[in-house]
T-cell receptor, first 113, second 112 residues
Framework: EAQVTQNPRYLITVTGKKLTVTCSQN?????MSWYRQDPGLGLRQIYY???????DKGDVPEGYKVSRKEKRNFPLILESPSPNQTSLYFC????????????FGPGTRLTVL | QKEVEQDPGPLSVPEGAIVSLNCTYS??????FMWYRQYSRKGPELLMY????GNKEDGRFTAQVDKSSKYISLFIRDSQPSDSATYLC????????????FGAGTRLAVHP
């Protein structure tokens, strides 16, 4: 089954404790992206990647890091999480570019205390 | 001011109604326009994708783009309870079309 998976689905952590949210797709997609979703603000793009080793900032990259060492994986790293990073996070992928159908993962709800 | 404005609703309509969902934007560089549907506790899914101005129809859904007014719309004909979801508009500039700017989403409830 074609899918985007994220782990963990739920995470409660404390300020300053480094964490990684994994994202994996099994569709051989080139384009992958991370978003955060907050009430009243909608989805905001954090980082995106056009292919292996090619990443770029979205609208709200501060406090986040990404890497794309393999085509299927695109982890999101919070080196020193803060309470304002409490949010619902989505990973997405599409075949080549934005106009292609973008498949979203199920979301990761992160709470930073 | 946000780059993309969308009325959050909620919008409640009876089954069979025609629904109109709208977004306005301020960045004249936007060329790619999309509508996503998001069910509760799920990730968004792409409904419609339009490049530049004009209309696009897909079944009960019609997307319209009016670049002169910086206004896009999604129409749903013969709405069904299964259409109850949050609808998000999204758009991207031509130069950096891999950056996507979303509206805040409109919650739609279609009641039988």
């Amino acid at each position: 089954e074609a899918q985007v998976t994220q782990n963990p689905r739920y995470l409660i952590t404390v300020t300053g404790k480094k964490l990684t949210v994994t994202c994996s797709q099994n569709m051989n997609h080139e384009y992958m992206s991370w978003y955060r979703q907050d009430p009243g603000l909608g989805l905001r793009q954090i980082y995106y990647s056009m292919n292996v080793e090619v990443t770029d900032k979205g609208d709200v990259p501060e406090g986040y890091k990404v890497s794309r060492k393999e085509k299927r994986n695109f982890p999101l790293i919070l080196e020193s999480p803060s309470p304002n990073q409490t949010s619902l996070y989505f990973c997405a992928s599409s075949l080549r570019r934005l106009g292609d159908t973008q498949y979203f993962g199920p979301g990761t709800r992160l709470t930073v205390l | 001011q946000k780059e993309v404005e969308q009325d959050p609703g909620p919008l409640s309509v009876p089954e069979g109604a025609i629904v109109s969902l709208n977004c306005t934007y301020s960045n004249s560089a936007f060329q790619y326009f999309m509508w996503y549907r998001q069910y509760s506790r799920k990730g968004p899914e792409l409904l419609m994708y339009t490049y530049s101005s004009g209309n696009k129809e897909d079944g009960r859904f019609t997307a319209q783009v009016d670049k002169s007014s910086k206004y896009i719309s999604l129409f749903i004909r013969d709405s069904q309870p299964s259409d109850s979801a949050t609808y998000l508009c999204a758009m991207s500039p031509s130069g950096g079309y891999n950056k996507l700017i979303f509206g805040a989403g409109t919650r739609l409830a279609v009641h039988p």
